[in-house]
DNA sequence: GACTTAAGTCAAGTCAATTGACTTAATAAG
DNA sequence: CTTATTAAGTCAATTGACTTGACTTAAGTC
């Protein structure tokens, strides 16, 4: 061969990837829209009657839609709306944190129908691994006590971490997170459930709980401020999550708040819960640490009250770059903080800075409170085969690796 | 109607999106490769021999690419590579800057095959709009002088102006280019000129012709800082450029630098010509200005290298920042400063801060420039509607607005 | 009670990718 | 020098999925 290096091209596409576009758009309709009937879904996704009568027939036999009541609304035949069925697909999410890890199962709907929780060990993925692979088949195996059916619809296994990916670590890995960060996760847990495995940072997997069933659902560009132990933001750029080049996209809490500043703080360092039990001086390991702050912030203590202001002063900050930069429908704030603390960081972030949000008929308001809830994470783990298998993407149009090109 | 909301949905799809998306990959294809043959299509598209031959048929029907002299490369019957016929297919660009307006006609490959430029009058589009009219007029008619069938080929007008768009001013428009942002530009250039318009800011042309024939050539992620009288970002994700919910991602001029900073300071105001032309006590609006900056940075003059000195630290951070935030795979400064001007300020910001881009085995330079012509961002420009008609992407597939569902 | 409107189906048609056999033309082996 | 092998590319038939247009069903409306 002459060529040394491989050529590049975006793949190409067929009838099946027209097929599994259309099918996605129209279970993506119905997600957005409710339940509809064959002619509106027609009209909506600009397919022919019978295309979408077609689909609508395999979805059907396929278990994921159900037609409702027929609905009579003036003249002509009434129609038959279809609806998802929740129980049409399964996955499962699983959340690796600091000192523990959570797994959830949700249906095609975004509900959680299980959780299970467990501590990590102190060494990191060497045992841990033992710990979540238990975890994962523990919610599995209630899955299918539920519903029989459910390992056949299960579509695959989502997991979050904090990120960021790939990076050498700064010496300071109390966690063992950059063990695990540096462990190959996708692949053990792959060889290890059969299943098909991705994997987000924290933020990103808010970002994609948010999209399914939060605050960014059927927006198309949103970003999700995740307040954490850490920080990050999940970017919704035209419907899709952002990841970058290598997964690390939105990774902002590295963010070095000033050009001039000698000391280099970052953002993680000024807002994030991390920041908050240094400033209270306690043990972020100890157990009921999360539930202590929330009621401390539900109760006003004036040193929560300290950070809160403080913390305030760099998110207000933090949203207006994010405004500036991304130019996005809303920013959401969701993520780890107990909602009593989220709450009030939230109104003392107001009033806003100005920016290029600041427009004149906006409908969203420029930041909204999200999911604040030590599940979200999880949660979003799991949205995210859910997305992978029923969302309209570019990528699912495309001929896929696996396929090999033929014909001679 | 029960509905009182539109139904919300993507568009379906069907052969010719199909057919539109393959061959827009294999236009793309032989973009990025050079010239290639059949059978190499058809392993980097994935799709088959016959369906290349028979795309790769109708582009030499329509003129779009010719077979070069076949090459022996081993065994078996010598390949016909094919290449791009860079006269298959023009469009033209039009810059709109503070007080002078420029057009370019580009070819299919991106090559600059005229060039014209003219003065802004003082009000604005009131007149200003005869003068841009008569400005894409006369280079479509220099065009079609040029290449007889060009009338034929030619795909469209882009247009490049500062932003932001949509947004009330500061009162401070010496420029005019808030009129023009209010200006309904698009609707009457293309009811003017019957040619499909498309709109960017400055950033973003820039970005655009970074694609095209420039350093982002292929890449994936890139972030374009454009240095020009203002400065932005323009945000190639995903292989396309990102413009935010209402066409002004990446509008970081207006980011104000810190959280605490109680004078409000921009990144404008520190990092851009203007903040040069204000320290250097110049009126911007001189003429030989470009000039004059250029060789004053060539000499080194030491108010300049004062100047880059304290934009070199602002910009620097900013590259810190949007590698943090985006995860591209490189940062390309751009734009409209002179050449030994912005080779001096990218010199100043080495060494860049540690950031999450500082990675093991990065291939690419984390910074590198890009072009500096004052000519870059009509390029870009036009390179709009070369990558509207011929770029793969999400949209192209999708059944357009125009098309009614019919059937019934 | 006839007409209009709209949902939805039927069956044939069309488009574009696929398939598998075939042709062409080079290099490698004996 | 002949034969085998390999790879590019074509031919003709097939397939899959959307489209078309006529038709059926079931409400309103006049």
């Given at each position: 061969?002459?060529?040394?290096?491989?050529?590049?091209?975006?793949?190409?596409?067929?009838?099946?990837?027209?097929?599994?576009?259309?099918?996605?758009?129209?279970?993506?309709?119905?997600?957005?829209?409710?339940?509809?009937?064959?002619?509106?879904?027609?009209?909506?996704?600009?397919?022919?009657?019978?295309?979408?009568?077609?689909?609508?027939?395999?979805?059907?036999?396929?278990?994921?839609?159900?037609?409702?009541?027929?609905?009579?609304?003036?003249?002509?035949?009434?129609?038959?709306?279809?609806?998802?069925?929740?129980?049409?697909?399964?996955?499962?999410?699983?959340?690796?944190?600091?000192?523990?890890?959570?797994?959830?199962?949700?249906?095609?709907?975004?509900?959680?129908?299980?959780?299970?929780?467990?501590?990590?060990?102190?060494?990191?993925?060497?045992?841990?691994?033992?710990?979540?692979?238990?975890?994962?088949?523990?919610?599995?195996?209630?899955?299918?006590?539920?519903?029989?059916?459910?390992?056949?619809?299960?579509?695959?296994?989502?997991?979050?971490?904090?990120?960021?990916?790939?990076?050498?670590?700064?010496?300071?890995?109390?966690?063992?997170?950059?063990?695990?960060?540096?462990?190959?996760?996708?692949?053990?847990?792959?060889?290890?459930?059969?299943?098909?495995?991705?994997?987000?940072?924290?933020?990103?997997?808010?970002a994609t709980a948010e999209r399914l069933v939060g605050a960014a659902h059927g927006l198309?560009?949103?970003?999700?401020?995740?307040?954490?132990?850490?920080?990050?933001?999940?970017?919704?750029?035209?419907?899709?999550?952002?990841?970058?080049?290598?997964?690390?996209?939105?990774?902002?809490?590295?963010?070095?708040?000033?050009?001039?500043?000698?000391?280099?703080?970052?953002?993680?360092?000024?807002?994030?819960?991390?920041?908050?039990?240094?400033?209270?001086?306690?043990?972020?390991?100890?157990?009921?640490?999360?539930?202590?702050?929330?009621?401390?912030?539900?109760?006003?203590?004036?040193?929560?009250?300290?950070?809160?202001?403080?913390?305030?002063?760099?998110?207000?900050?933090?949203?207006?770059?994010?405004?500036?930069?991304?130019?996005?429908?809303?920013?959401?704030?969701?993520?780890?903080?107990?909602?009593?603390?989220?709450?009030?960081?939230?109104?003392?972030?107001?009033?806003?800075?100005?920016?290029?949000?600041?427009?004149?008929?906006?409908?969203?308001?420029?930041?909204?409170?999200?999911?604040?809830?030590?599940?979200?994470?999880?949660?979003?783990?799991?949205?995210?085969?859910?997305?992978?298998?029923?969302?309209?993407?570019?990528?699912?149009?495309?001929?896929?690796?696996?396929?090999?090109?033929?014909?001679?």
């Amino acid at each position: 061969m002459n060529r040394p290096q491989p050529i590049r091209a975006k793949s190409g596409t067929n009838h099946e990837g027209t097929s599994a576009h259309n099918r996605r758009v129209i279970i993506e309709a119905l997600r957005l829209n409710g339940a509809l009937s064959r002619a509106d879904l027609a009209r909506a996704t600009r397919l022919t009657k019978q295309t979408v009568s077609n689909i609508i027939d395999e979805l059907e036999r396929d278990g994921l839609v159900v037609p409702q009541e027929t609905v009579k609304k003036g003249r002509g035949q009434p129609s038959t709306p279809y609806a998802l069925v929740p129980g049409g697909a399964f996955a499962i999410g699983l959340q690796i944190d600091r000192h523990v890890t959570r797994a959830v199962a949700v249906d095609l709907v975004g509900t959680v129908l299980l959780r299970a929780e467990a501590d990590l060990p102190a060494d990191g993925p060497a045992t841990g691994v033992r710990v979540v692979l238990d975890l994962v088949s523990g919610v599995r195996e209630r899955l299918i006590a539920m519903a029989s059916d459910a390992e056949a619809r299960l579509v695959g296994l989502g997991v979050a971490m904090p990120g960021p990916f790939g990076i050498d670590g700064d010496d300071n890995d109390q966690w063992m997170m950059e063990a695990w960060q540096k462990f190959p996760l996708v692949e053990t847990l792959a060889a290890g459930t059969g299943l098909e495995v991705g994997l987000q940072n924290d933020a990103a997997a808010c970002a994609t709980a948010e999209r399914l069933v939060g605050a960014a659902h059927g927006l198309e560009h949103a970003v999700c401020l995740y307040l954490g132990y850490g920080i990050g933001a999940g970017l919704i750029l035209n419907s899709e999550l952002y990841s970058g080049a290598n997964g690390n996209g939105g990774e902002i809490g590295m963010a070095l708040l000033s050009p001039q500043d000698p000391k280099r703080t970052s953002l993680e360092h000024r807002a994030s819960l991390a920041s908050l039990y240094q400033h209270l001086e306690i043990d972020p390991a100890a157990h009921g640490v999360y539930d202590d702050i929330g009621r401390r912030a539900e109760a006003e203590d004036p040193r929560i009250l300290d950070w809160i202001g403080s913390a305030a002063a760099d998110l207000r900050w933090g949203v207006h770059l994010v405004e500036t930069i991304f130019d996005p429908q809303t920013v959401i704030l969701c993520g780890g903080a107990p909602e009593p603390l989220a709450r009030r960081l939230m109104a003392a972030m107001e009033p806003l800075m100005p920016s290029i949000a600041d427009r004149p008929g906006r409908t969203l308001p420029r930041l909204q409170l999200g999911m604040t809830d030590p599940w979200s994470v999880a949660l979003g783990a799991a949205a995210e085969p859910i997305g992978r298998a029923f969302d309209p993407r570019f990528s699912a149009i495309l001929k896929a690796a696996g396929e090999e090109a033929a014909g001679g």
